[in-house]
C-alpha cells in the first residue's frame, strides 16, 4: 500500500508543526509504562521530537534501552537523523519503512507506538495487526488518534467550519478515516486485541495562549494555501483558490484573536499483547 496519499505533505509547514510535539503533550499516557532497558518502535515517528524523548526515557547505562523511529518518506527520516544529532540524542536511531510491512521480526520491541498515524491510513486495522506482531508476548501496542469531528473552536468562524469540511472531504477521498479516534477500540479488537487487553484514555490539545494560538493558527493558514491539503482540495473540486484564501485569512483572523481557542481531543489505547 505504498500508494496511499498522505492527506497533509510534508510541505515545511506541516513537518515545522509536527516538530514542535513532544513525549511529553503527545504521550502523556503512556510515558508512566516507560523505564530503562525497554526497545520501543515509533511508528509513522516523523521528524522524531517524540521519538527522541522516549528514547530519553528508556535509555539505560548498559546501552539496552533504545528507540527505533520509522517514517515512510526518507526526506522526514533524514529531518529526524539531523534533529537527533544536533540533540545529542543517545539510544535512538531512525529509518524508513512501511507499517504495513515493519521491517522486524516478530517481537522485536517492548513497546510499539503511534502518534497520529492511522487516521491517514486506507487499512488502520492491518497497521494495528502489524504492529502487534512485532511487539513482543507481554509487550504493549500504544497508539493516541485525533477525532477531526469532535474538534471545537470559539469564535465558530465560518472559514474554519469551511476548513474542517474540506479536509474530511479530502481525508475521505484518499481512502482515510479524519475521526479515527472514534473508531480506535474497535480497529484494536479488530486487530486482534481482546477487549480485557484494550485500556482506553482521552486528552486534549488547547490552544489558547497567544504563543499556542498563533502556533497553530497561523500554521494552519499557511498549509490551506502551500500544502497537499490546497493540492488535493483544488484537483478534487472540494474548494475554490477563493475559498482557500478566505479560510486562510480566517485561521489568521482566529490567531489573532486573544479570546480565541481551540480544542482537539484525541482518544488513545494502550493495547497489551499477551503471553504465549
Excluded at 465558530?156 to 484518499?174: F, G, H, I
Aim: contains cysteine; glycine residues 10%.
Amino acid at each position: 500500500m505504498n500508494d496511499e496519499v498522505y492527506s497533509h505533505g510534508h510541505h515545511s509547514s506541516v513537518v515545522g508543526a509536527h516538530a514542535r510535539r513532544t513525549a511529553a503533550d503527545s504521550a502523556a499516557y503512556l510515558l508512566p509504562r516507560l523505564r530503562p532497558g525497554l526497545r520501543v518502535l515509533d511508528v509513522g515517528c516523523g521528524p522524531g521530537t517524540i521519538t527522541c524523548g522516549l528514547a530519553a526515557l528508556v535509555a539505560s547505562p548498559d546501552g539496552s534501552g533504545h528507540a527505533t523511529g520509522l517514517d515512510r518518506s526518507e526526506e522526514v527520516v533524514a529531518h529526524a537523523r539531523r534533529l537527533a544529532s544536533e540533540q545529542g540524542a543517545r539510544g535512538v536511531d531512525f529509518a524508513a519503512g512501511n507499517i504495513y510491512d515493519l521491517p522486524f521480526a516478530d517481537g522485536t520491541f517492548d513497546v510499539v507506538h503511534a502518534h497520529q498515524v492511522l487516521h491517514h491510513l486506507v487499512d488502520p486495522v492491518a497497521a494495528l495487526r502489524e504492529m502487534r506482531r512485532v511487539a513482543r508476548p507481554g509487550g504493549i501496542v500504544a497508539v493516541r488518534e485525533a477525532d477531526y469531528g469532535a474538534m471545537s473552536w470559539h469564535p465558530q468562524l465560518p472559514e474554519l467550519d469551511q476548513w474542517r469540511t474540506v479536509y474530511e472531504k479530502t481525508s475521505r477521498s484518499n481512502g482515510a478515516e479524519p475521526n479515527a479516534g472514534r473508531h480506535l477500540l474497535e480497529w484494536a479488537i479488530a486487530a486482534g486485541f481482546s477487549p480485557d487487553q484494550l485500556e482506553p484514555s482521552a486528552s486534549v490539545w488547547l490552544y489558547a495562549t497567544e504563543e499556542k494560538r498563533r502556533e497553530h493558527g497561523l500554521s494552519w493558514a499557511e498549509r490551506v494555501l502551500e500544502s497537499n491539503y490546497a493540492d488535493q482540495a483544488l484537483e478534487r473540486g472540494f474548494a475554490s483558490a477563493g475559498d482557500l484564501e478566505r479560510i486562510s485569512a480566517g485561521w489568521r483572523a482566529w490567531a489573532m484573536d486573544p479570546g480565541a481557542l481551540f480544542l482537539m481531543p484525541s482518544t488513545e489505547i494502550i493495547a497489551t499483547k499477551p503471553l504465549e
